[in-house]
C-alpha cells in the first residue's frame, strides 16, 4: 500500500504545484491589469481636471480680454480730461481759430463700467502726474457741465492720484516699465505675421481670430500668450499724421490720413506713437492688497509720456472667480511675477497671476467598477473553478483508485483462506483420505466456508449497488418493539455460538418508525455482528440493544464491553474495506463492508448512524437515529 500512498502523495503535490502557478499567473495579471487600468482612469481623470481648468481660464479670459481690450484701444487724448482742438471747420466752411472748440474726454464725463477701474492717469515727461477723471479748476465752475456729485467723484481720484505719486517716481516706473517690456513683449512678441499688413491682419480677426500656425506643444499658455499680443498690436491705436506733409495738410480732409502701425519703426513717422499695455503689479500708499496697473509709453513728438490705469484687484479677481464658480466654486488666483521661466496653462495670458481650482487631490483614482474589473472577476472565477474541478477530480479519482485498490487487497485476502480450504478439503473427500465419521464435520466446515464466500460476495454487490443508486426501499410504519423482536430472533443464536450475551431494553415499547424493516434489521444485525467479534473483554462478551426517544428522534443503539474503537481508527471506520485491529480479525475475517453498507442504508431510511464514545477500554457504542411516526 505504500506505493498508493507515495502516488497519491506526489499527484496532489503536483496539483498543489500546478494551482500555485495558476494563481501566480492570474495575480501577476491581475496586479498588472488594475495598475494599467488605474493609470489610465488616473490619466483621464487628469486630462478631465487639465480640460476643466483650461475651459476655466476661457471662460475667465474671454470676459476679461474684452474689457481690457477696450481699454487698451483708448486715443492718447483720452487720457487728457480737456483737449483743444485746432483746425476745426464747420458746416458753413468757416475754419475757427484755434483752442476754440473744446472737447471733454469720456472718462471724465461718462461713468466708468465697473466699480473695479480705480483710477486712469498720465505721467509727463517730467514725471508730472494727471488723471483724466479730475479736471482742472478752471473748467469746473463751468455751466451745465458737472454737478455735486462729481466733486465728490474728484476728491476720491484726487486722494488715490496722490497715493500713486507717493507709490514710485518717474525713473522708477521707466526702469519696470522697460524691464517688464523687453521681458514680455520683445522677447515673446510672435515674428510670424510681423510682415502681413494691418488690414491682412484685421480680417484675420474678423474671421474667427488669429490662428495658430505651429503647434506649441504642452504649453497652452505660451499659444495664449502669442495670440493676446497679436490681438493686442491689432486694437493698439494707430498712428495719425505719419508724414510731414500730411501733418501740415488739413485734418477735416480724411483723403490726406495715413494710417501706420502702432510699433513702426521708420524715421519718417511723427506724431503719437504707441506701444502695447504692460501690466504691473503696485500697491498705492495707504492701501494693503497688491493692484493690477496696465501702463504703456507714447512717442508724443519725441517725448515719452505714459498712461494707463489701475485696477481693484480684489473686486477684479472676484468677478473673475464667478465666472468659474459652478466649475470650481473654491478657488483661487495666485498674484505671480512675470519672470518666471516656465509657466503653465493655469496662468492668464493677459494678467501676470495663477489660477488655483483648489479641488481635492486626484492623484490616485479612485475605486469604479469597468470592463477590466469584470475580465478579471471572470477570469479568476473561471480559474478557481476548474482549480475546484480538477481537485475534486483528482480527489475521486485517488479515491477510487484507493478503493480498487483497497476493494482487491481485501477480497482477495479473504478468499485466500476459504479456498484454500475448500482446495484442501474436497481433494481430501475425493480421494478417500477422510474417515466416514469425520466426513459430515468436513462437509460443515465447507458449508460454512460457502456461506462465508456468499456473504462476502453479497456484501460487495450491494455496496455497488448503493453507489449505483439502485438499492430498493419500501417504507412502512413498523413498531420498534417488532424490530427488536426480529433481531431477537435472527442474532440470538449467533451471539451464544460466539459467546456473547445478547440483552434488550426497549424504553418506547409504543414507539412505531416509518422505516424499511429489512433493512433495519440489517443495520442492528451488522452492528451486532462487530460487537460479537470485536467487543470481548477477555472470555465474555456483553451485546446490549437498547431503545429510546432521544432529541425528537427514537435512537437504536447497539453497545459492548469490549475494549473500544481506537481514537486514530474513528474517522474511518465508516470507510469500505476499513477493519478493525487485526489481532481481532484473524479468525472472524471480514472486509470491512459492514459500517460503511449499515451508514449508507440509514442515510436512505433518512436517520444517521454515528459512533458513540464510551471512552478508553469502555466498549464501543453505535446510535441508529431514525424519525418516529405516528401508529
Wanted: aromatic residues 10%.
Amino acid at each position: 500500500m505504500n506505493w498508493l500512498a507515495k502516488s497519491g502523495r506526489w499527484a496532489y503535490i503536483t496539483f498543489g504545484a500546478l494551482g500555485l502557478l495558476v494563481v501566480g499567473i492570474l495575480y501577476w495579471a491581475t496586479e498588472v491589469s488594475l495598475r494599467l487600468d488605474q493609470k489610465q482612469q488616473t490619466d483621464a481623470l487628469l486630462k478631465a481636471h487639465e480640460n476643466r481648468v483650461r475651459l476655466a481660464i476661457n471662460q475667465m479670459e474671454s470676459w476679461a480680454n474684452p474689457i481690457l481690450f477696450s481699454e487698451f484701444r483708448r486715443d492718447y487724448a483720452d487720457y487728457s480730461p480737456i483737449n483743444f482742438t485746432d483746425n476745426v471747420r464747420l458746416r458753413t466752411g468757416e475754419l475757427l481759430r484755434p483752442a476754440t472748440y473744446v472737447q471733454l474726454s469720456n472718462l471724465l464725463t461718462q461713468p466708468l463700467r465697473h466699480d473695479w477701474f480705480l483710477l486712469y492717469f498720465q505721467m509727463s515727461p517730467e514725471g508730472m502726474l494727471g488723471s483724466p477723471q479730475i479736471p482742472p479748476d478752471y473748467a469746473r465752475n463751468w455751466p451745465g457741465e458737472f454737478d455735486e456729485s462729481d466733486y465728490r467723484e474728484w476728491i476720491t481720484y484726487e486722494s488715490r492720484l496722490l497715493a500713486l505719486a507717493f507709490t514710485f517716481a518717474r525713473e522708477d516706473v521707466v526702469t519696470e516699465y522697460d524691464e517688464k517690456r523687453g521681458r514680455l513683449i520683445d522677447q515673446g512678441e510672435p515674428t510670424d505675421d510681423t510682415d502681413e499688413e494691418p488690414e491682412t491682419r484685421s480680417s484675420q480677426l474678423a474671421k474667427g481670430g488669429v490662428q495658430k500656425k505651429t503647434p506649441v506643444s504642452g504649453n497652452d499658455y505660451q499659444w495664449r500668450r502669442e495670440n493676446m499680443l497679436r490681438l493686442q498690436r491689432l486694437q493698439t491705436p494707430r498712428v495719425v499724421c505719419a508724414s510731414e506733409e500730411v501733418a501740415a495738410a488739413s485734418l477735416t480732409d480724411p483723403s490726406s490720413e495715413e494710417v501706420v502701425d502702432a510699433n513702426d519703426t521708420e524715421e519718417s513717422v511723427v506724431g503719437i506713437r504707441y506701444e502695447n499695455m504692460i501690466p504691473l503689479w503696485t500697491k498705492l500708499s495707504g492701501r494693503d492688497n497688491y493692484d493690477l496697473m496696465f501702463l504703456r509709453a507714447l512717442d508724443v513728438g519725441g517725448s515719452r509720456v505714459f498712461q494707463g490705469f489701475v485696477i481693484d484687484w480684489q473686486r477684479f479677481s472676484s468677478e473673475l472667480l464667478a465666472q468659474v464658480s459652478d466649475l470650481f466654486p473654491d478657488a483661487e488666483i495666485e498674484i505671480i511675477d512675470d519672470s518666471i521661466e516656465s509657466p503653465d496653462e493655469t496662468v492668464f495670458s493677459l494678467i501676470p497671476a495663477r489660477f488655483i481650482p483648489n479641488t481635492p487631490d486626484i492623484a490616485i483614482a479612485g475605486f469604479s467598477w469597468n470592463h477590466t474589473h469584470s475580465f478579471l472577476l471572470m477570469g479568476w472565477g473561471g480559474a478557481i473553478f476548474l482549480l475546484v474541478a480538477l481537485g475534486f477530480g483528482l480527489r475521486s479519482m485517488m479515491q477510487l483508485s484507493e478503493r480498487r485498490t483497497q476493494f482487491a487487497y481485501a477480497v482477495t485476502h479473504e478468499l485466500r483462506t476459504p479456498l484454500t480450504t475448500f482446495q484442501l478439503y474436497t481433494d481430501m473427500l475425493a480421494n478417500g483420505l477422510v474417515e466416514d465419521a469425520s466426513r459430515q464435520e468436513y462437509l460443515e466446515i465447507l458449508n460454512q466456508e460457502s456461506r462465508r464466500l456468499s456473504g462476502l460476495v453479497s456484501g460487495v454487490l450491494e455496496h455497488s449497488r448503493i453507489e449505483s443508486g439502485s438499492v430498493p426501499v419500501s417504507k412502512e410504519l413498523v413498531p420498534v418493539s417488532e424490530i427488536l423482536e426480529e433481531v431477537r430472533e435472527a442474532q440470538e443464536s449467533w451471539c451464544t455460538k460466539s459467546g456473547a450475551q445478547l440483552t434488550f431494553k426497549n424504553h418506547s415499547p409504543d414507539v412505531s418508525i416509518l422505516t424499511d424493516r429489512r433493512l433495519t434489521v440489517q443495520i442492528l444485525g451488522n452492528l451486532i455482528d462487530n460487537a460479537c467479534k470485536y467487543g470481548r473483554n477477555g472470555e465474555s462478551a456483553q451485546v446490549s440493544i437498547t431503545s429510546r426517544l432521544l432529541e425528537g428522534k427514537c435512537a437504536l443503539e447497539v453497545a459492548d464491553n469490549g475494549p473500544g474503537i481506537p481514537a486514530r481508527l474513528r474517522s474511518s471506520i465508516f470507510k469500505p474495506y476499513q477493519r478493525g485491529e487485526q489481532h481481532a480479525t484473524t479468525v472472524t475475517g471480514g472486509i470491512g463492508l459492514g459500517l460503511a453498507l449499515s451508514r449508507s442504508w440509514a442515510k436512505m431510511l433518512g436517520g444517521n448512524l454515528e459512533l458513540v464514545a464510551n471512552g478508553k477500554g469502555q466498549g464501543a457504542r453505535f446510535r441508529l437515529s431514525l424519525e418516529p411516526g405516528n401508529a
